[in-house]
């Protein structure tokens, strides 16, 4: 699914800063991965390459056996919508609109027609238990509803890979408990998913911990989630 | 682009901030509210001014003799002459940028006293003698019976034609005039017919409603003056240019009765179209005016809309960044931009249109009701055209405000959405 060979990123700052430095990672499809390291190690940047948010200087990035590189504005749109969930820390979720508006925007950006997209956003919310809060804002709803909305909307539009940047990050662990329960059963349907993070708890929940260090991969570890115990919080 | 969904985009953006919206579009609706209120008040003075010189031939000149002012061939200065007849046929001959000429001969009124009678009633009027070809050069509105014709110049009838207001002073407008003779200076004219001025500030020798008109002929014959006349008229041919033409006769005349060809002083006239002329510039002038303080305006309020669109796409930057990592291209997001400031832009110049062009209909109405001595001011509305190049600059507007925002916005990548904490 994912194929990273050697990929290197500079930030030119005021001081320009060598955040990758030749990055080699293969993920299959199906996978469930977590990338965990110090703040600062490059984590965010890798994911956001990965999401096609932000370019690289050097390697190659293969997504779903397409090549990744000096994409245009539009080609990039349609990789995102078409292949690539987000779920965010910040949930970015738009403040205007309803949660149901907001699980079928990707939709409409696919020019879904508005009967067809309210009808799966709704199916999705029903999905995560939210059919009730369907017509209502972000603002109206718990850290962890408007983070099952946001899940509803990286996966409303079906796609191959799910990128998450520290999803539980702003959820307290009982919350945080639920997500992840979450994000494992859609990584059940087949769906590959990568998740940043920095609690050793929610990487214990994936089968792949990718350990970034000063912008290289130190480590790999293999791990068996169904190991751990669920009747423990993870924090 | 303007479908249902994108409406529905649209709107709730610009309802999200309903004041600032409110404030943004009021800069649009107030340029093309004043643009409107500016063009209807021109074209009300210009009708206005107008009115008051409506059926006058605007292309035409008059000519009235002088005593000479220099000694030529023999001739002692200050020599008194006339024009006559055989001077009219030549200048129809010769001068072909004449395309109308018209011989007058006038009769002033007699120091105030009563000179029209019908029966005992009486008025005080001026009279003149014209050809038919008069009523080319200052056309009225034919009220009874008919205007001067070739007959009664040929047989120098003593008929007359006789302004609307002599008509309702002498004769009484319970009666029917044709047929009824009047005496005028003494002498008994039948009435053929009864005009009307189409304007009330012409005045050759008195305004047409209050004159008495004979065939030249007629008069020519009452007052002994063989077949000279008082003063001519004349209109300029297409694609002649009135003051060439104006020399052109005068040369004629001067030729035709041993004047010499420096003195100017032996004609006075007035050229009506280099009036009307200035008369075109000065309204082209106003509307040019117009049109730049009210573009300068509405410019002002697209200047508005496009500054506050810029900081709403600013504190947008986080929704429109997430919007790019949903799947939104660039396309979308300047089609929507540019939509939401059109939108907002036409919303707001419809009303101000509609307003404006409301406000100055009531005015209108106002202003043609009043009856006035002097009209100065006529009509103030803007016409169809004016309205439509309104909406057309409305759209062009909208869509001048919505570039640099549209630029900015598509300016935001997805990873500025993430970034932005
Ligand atoms: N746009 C940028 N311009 C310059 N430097 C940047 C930029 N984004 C990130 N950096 C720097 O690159 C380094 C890696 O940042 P990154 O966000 O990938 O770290 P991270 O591993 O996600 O950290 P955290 O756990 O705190 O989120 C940091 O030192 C950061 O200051
Ligand atoms: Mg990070």
Same mark, same amino acid.
């Given at each position: ?81 078409? @292949? ?8 970015? @979720? ?60 990286? @996966? ?55 350990? @970034? ?23 | ?421």
């Amino acid at each position: 699914m994912i194929k990273l060979n050697n990929i290197n990123k500079t930030y030119f700052g005021a001081q320009p800063l060598h955040v990758l430095k030749g990055i080699n990672l293969d993920v299959e499809e199906g996978e469930l991965v977590s990338i965990m390291g110090a703040s600062g190690s490059g984590k965010s940047t890798l994911l956001n390459i990965l999401g096609i948010l932000d370019n690289y200087d050097e390697g190659d990035y293969y997504l779903a056996g397409q090549l990744v590189k000096n994409l245009s504005e539009n080609q990039a749109a349609e990789f995102r919508n078409k @292949l690539i969930g987000f779920i965010f820390q910040s949930f970015n @979720l738009i403040p205007f609109k309803t949660a149901l508006e907001n699980v079928a925007l990707p939709l409409f950006y696919q020019g879904v027609n508005r009967k067809k997209r309210n009808m799966m956003a709704m199916e999705y919310l029903e999905r995560f238990g939210l059919k009730e809060w369907a017509e209502h804002y972000p603002n109206e709803l718990s850290g962890g509803q408007k983070q099952r909305v946001s899940i509803a909307r990286a @996966l409303v539009t079906s796609p191959k890979l799910i990128l998450a940047d520290e999803p539980t990050g702003a959820l307290d662990s009982k919350t945080s408990a639920e997500v992840m329960q979450i994000l494992r059963e859609v990584n059940a349907t087949g769906i590959t998913m990568v998740i940043v993070t920095h609690e050793r708890g929610i990487a214990n929940l994936t089968r792949k911990i990718v350990h @970034l260090k000063d912008g290289i991969i130190e480590s790999i570890e293999e791990n068996d989630p169904d190991k751990m115990d669920f009747t423990k919080e993870i924090k | 682009m303007f479908d249902i969904d994108s409406i529905t985009e649209i709107w709730q953006t610009i309802a999200r901030n309903k004041t600032r919206s409110l404030l943004t579009a009021f800069g649009v609706f107030w340029g093309i509210f004043i643009l409107v209120i500016l063009l209807a008040c021109g074209n009300g003075f210009d009708k206005g001014l107008r009115s008051n010189i409506e059926g006058f031939s605007t292309n035409s000149a008059f000519l009235i003799p002088s005593n000479t002012t220099e000694a030529y061939k023999g001739y002692q200065k200050d020599r008194f002459w006339q024009p006559d007849m055989s001077d009219i046929e030549a200048i129809k001959k010769t001068l072909h940028g004449v395309s109308v000429v018209s011989p007058i001969t006038s009769q002033w009124t007699y120091n105030g006293e009563n000179n029209v009678f019908y029966g005992t009633k009486g008025g005080n009027f001026s009279m003149k003698g014209v050809l038919p070809n008069y009523n080319e050069i200052d056309r009225c509105k034919i009220l009874y019976g008919r205007f001067i014709n070739e007959t009664d110049i040929a047989e120098a009838r003593k008929v007359c034609v006789i302004g609307k207001k002599v008509y309702e002073d002498v004769i009484g407008t319970d009666k029917h005039p044709l047929g009824l003779m009047i005496k005028a200076n003494g002498i008994y004219y039948q009435v053929v017919g009864v005009v009307q001025s189409y304007n009330d500030k012409v005045n050759i020798n008195g305004q047409t409603n209050e004159t008495v008109i004979l065939p030249l002929t007629t008069m020519q014959v009452a007052y002994h003056t063989g077949d000279k006349f008082d003063f001519l008229m004349f209109t300029t041919a297409r694609g002649y240019i009135s003051k060439d033409v104006q020399e052109e006769v005068k040369t004629l005349l001067r030729e035709r009765h041993d004047i010499a060809p420096t003195d100017e002083g032996a004609f006075m006239c007035f050229d009506f179209e280099e009036m009307f002329n200035m008369f075109e510039y000065l309204f082209l002038g106003i509307k040019i005016l117009i049109w730049i303080v009210g573009i300068g305006t509405l410019l002002s309020g697209v200047v508005g809309v496009s500054n506050i669109m810029l900081v709403t796409i600013k504190e947008r930057t986080r929704e429109i960044g997430v919007r790019r990592a949903l799947g939104a291209k660039p396309a979308v997001i300047i089609r929507q931009v540019m939509a939401e400031s059109l939108l907002l832009t036409i919303l707001a110049g419809i009303v101000g249109l509609v307003l404006g062009v409301g406000i100055m209909a009531v005015v209108s109405g106002f202003v043609n009701n009043t009856p006035s001595e002097d009209v100065m001011f006529l009509d103030p509305q803007i016409g169809f055209g004016a309205a439509i190049a309104a909406t057309v600059i409305i759209v062009l507007s909208g869509l001048l405000a919505g570039v640099l925002p549209a630029m900015r916005a598509v300016q935001i990548k997805a990873i500025d959405a993430i970034r932005e904490e």
